[in-house]
């Protein structure tokens, strides 16, 4: 019986972390439309946001059948949950409560999973368990693509582009290079099935590379050069200090490359030197928050769709931006400048911890917290991931977050 609730436990855990990626109801709910489609269909959100309140619940039972352990792991993060309070603050000078008070409750529920994955496995089991889900997300997209073009190929704009089970491209990119890291780390990690592993590492990277995401292939070279810089970390002092002086020279000078070069590259990708209209949306965005810079519009509410404050710079830009495509941006812009040092002190907090985990971690695992960080940061230049609802991102971010409070050779002892 233990057996199969400890089955039926993880099950759970694979299917919601699928779920947070976005993956596959979305897009089969949406007839496979894409982005510039001429015939539009309409999308009934119910299905999915029922799921969501279902894993809600679930969640939730599961907390408080450990719950002493999960006090103990809230009450050593204060960044998190101060953050998360100012945002259910913010219901009071939201330019839209209404909305506030609704997101407020997806973003409790995912940060809730996030806790659930900290206080339920291990490191060595959270990257167990993301390797069944973009397991399976890999094996479903590679269906999609195969079998059923019409969900996972892209039309319209992005004509041509895979998506797989995904609703976007750029999605598709983000959960890929996830996929690539947790396999890489996976194959390192087990001699046994490093086979497999790479053959996933390979698919993931094909996808990926078809997937025409820019921002997400320069993240996944971005986050292997990481991983080397960590290796380095654990070397002894006389050979750390060389090897890394060495590793910065050389990304110093690629980057002067890219940058010198920026034009050419960029037009490889089919991409425009304003970052497709992006540093003008910046500006736009930048104008806004000086209008209300200390507590911002309230969570959620400024990207509200018709009607709302979006529609100023909606006019300014010339198309519907669906949020400012900087993280870093759209917590100002929501929580004000009360949220950005809030969220930037617990991120650089959790930033130190996760490389004290790389310099006395033992094992491949401990190098995934670090990893995250970075890619949460990486990420966030192009797009908006920080504190955003119903997201496999920040569920990640908030289960790192936790995980590195305990010390590497404790943690296993935390879950006997």
């Known amino acids: ?61 599961l907390l408080i059948v450990r719950w002493k352990k999960v006090i103990y792991v809230i009450n050593k993060d204060k960044f998190i949950w101060s953050l998360v309070a100012l945002a259910v603050l913010s219901i009071f000078w939201s330019v839209n409560s209404s909305i506030t008070q609704t997101r407020i409750i997806g973003l409790i529920g995912t940060s809730l999973f996030g806790v659930y994955l900290a206080t339920r496995y291990t490191l060595e089991q959270q990257l167990k368990i993301l390797g069944w889900t973009f397991g399976i997300s890999l094996i479903l997209s590679l269906l999609f693509i195969f079998l059923l073009p019409r969900y996972g190929v892209m039309t319209g704009v992005h004509a041509g582009a895979w998506r797989g089970i995904f609703p976007h491209k750029n999605t598709t990119g983000i959960v890929m290079v996830l996929t690539s890291m947790v396999f890489l780390l996976q194959a390192i990690n087990n001699k046994e099935k490093r086979l497999l592993f790479s053959i996933g590492l390979g698919l993931s990277l094909t996808i990926l590379l078809m997937a025409r995401s820019t921002s997400s292939l320069f993240n996944f070279f971005n986050l292997l050069s990481t991983l080397f810089l960590f290796y ?95 993280g870093w941006l759209d917590i100002w812009l929501t929580l004000g400048l009360v949220g950005l040092i809030l969220c930037a002190m617990g991120y650089v907090y959790s930033v130190l911890r996760s490389i004290y985990w790389v310099r006395y971690g033992k094992t491949p695992e401990c190098f995934w917290p670090g990893i995250y960080m970075i890619y949460m940061f990486l990420s966030n230049l192009s797009e908006s991931f920080l504190m955003v609802q119903n997201n496999i991102l920040w569920v990640l971010y908030v289960a790192a977050a936790l995980s590195v409070l305990m010390r590497p050779e404790r943690q296993k002892e935390q879950f006997i």
């Not at 949306?281 to 519009?297: F, N, Q, S």
């Open 1 to 61: 019986m233990t057996k199969v609730l400890r089955f039926a436990e993880h099950a759970f855990t694979v299917l919601s972390l699928l779920h947070y990626a976005g993956g596959p109801l979305v897009v089969i709910l949406s007839g496979g439309q894409s982005q510039g489609d001429k015939i539009t269909q309409t999308f009934d959100p119910i299905p999915v946001r029922l799921l969501f309140i279902l894993i809600y619940v679930i969640t939730l039972l």
């Open 232 to 326: 380095a970390l654990r070397l002894r002092v006389d050979k750390m200090v060389p090897l890394i002086s060495m590793l910065l020279t050389l990304g110093t000078t690629i980057s002067v490359i890219i940058q010198t070069n920026a034009d050419v590259f960029l037009a490889y990708f089919n991409k425009s030197s304003d970052l497709t209209g992006r540093s003008q949306l910046w500006v736009a965005v930048l104008d806004m928050i000086w209008k209300r810079p200390w507590l911002g519009y309230g969570y959620g509410a400024f990207w509200a769709g018709q009607g709302s404050e979006a529609e100023t710079i909606w006019n300014i830009v010339g198309w519907k931006a669906p949020f400012a495509h900087n």
